[in-house]
């Protein structure tokens, strides 16, 4: 079956600092790659994606890049504010499988000023 | 682009209460639609998963129950409330293998 395993939280951080939050996944076939943020009280969104091995997926200064050979995703950024505290997901899904996507247990990151 | 409305936004309900949560979903057609729950922590818990009208897929046993009686119409009840089903209640749809997500319900029983 599939699953992704994330690194347990909450990490705290001050701001500026660097973010590496760590994903490591087991899939049958070929997954496309996810990381989903959840501010407090909210909704997820899509934070990034990769869908190929080496592919790199960025957005608001966030970045992954999809790693076939260590079956990994690790999320980081340069420099963290304070507006990035929030629940990060790492999540797969496998083209022609189930319907469902698989997604891992959620890592909190707390950003102090 | 698709958006997905979740309405209530909260509720409290007496144990032994019925419950009734709607999602609709704008922008799209023949969404695979998704109900999740966040308990207390972090994690997501599939409840329900649609790939039509009228075809639910129960992901874990328990006194609730879906329904999709349109096609971008995904309704969640209980006929009794437990304390257990106190959480914060997602739906999400899914296009090309990305989800997408509502605001949430945040359910309190009490």
């Known amino acids: 079956g599939n699953s992704v395993t994330q690194m347990e939280g909450p990490v705290t951080l001050s701001e500026e600092a660097f973010l590496t939050i760590n994903c490591t996944y087991t899939a049958t076939g070929y997954p496309s790659l996810f990381w989903y943020v959840q501010y407090p009280g909210e909704g997820l969104q899509l934070l990034l994606k990769?869908?190929?091995?080496?592919d790199k997926g960025s957005n608001k200064g966030f970045e992954a890049t999809y790693r076939k050979e260590t079956t990994s995703f690790h999320l980081e950024k340069g420099s963290v504010q304070v507006s990035d505290s929030a629940v990060y997901f790492c999540a797969l899904s496998v083209s022609g499988g189930s319907y469902i996507p698989t997604f891992g247990r959620g890592t909190s990151l707390i950003v102090h000023p | 682009s698709q958006t997905i409305h979740q309405w209530p936004a909260t509720l409290v309900q007496p144990v032994g209460s019925p419950l009734s949560l709607e999602c609709t979903v704008e922008?799209?057609?023949?969404?695979?639609l998704y109900w999740y729950r966040q308990a207390a922590g972090r994690g997501l818990q599939l409840l329900f998963y649609s790939v039509g009208i009228g075809q639910i897929s129960s992901e874990v046993p328990q006194n609730l129950s879906a329904s999709r009686p349109q096609d971008r119409q995904f309704i969640l009840s209980s006929k009794k409330l437990l304390l257990s089903d106190s959480g914060f209640y997602l739906c999400?749809?899914?296009?090309?293998?990305?989800?997408?997500f509502g605001p949430g319900t945040r359910l309190t029983v009490t």
């Open positions: 922008g799209t057609s023949n969404p695979n």
């Open positions: 999400a749809c899914t296009r090309s293998y990305e989800q997408y």
């Open positions: 990769a869908t190929k091995a080496d």
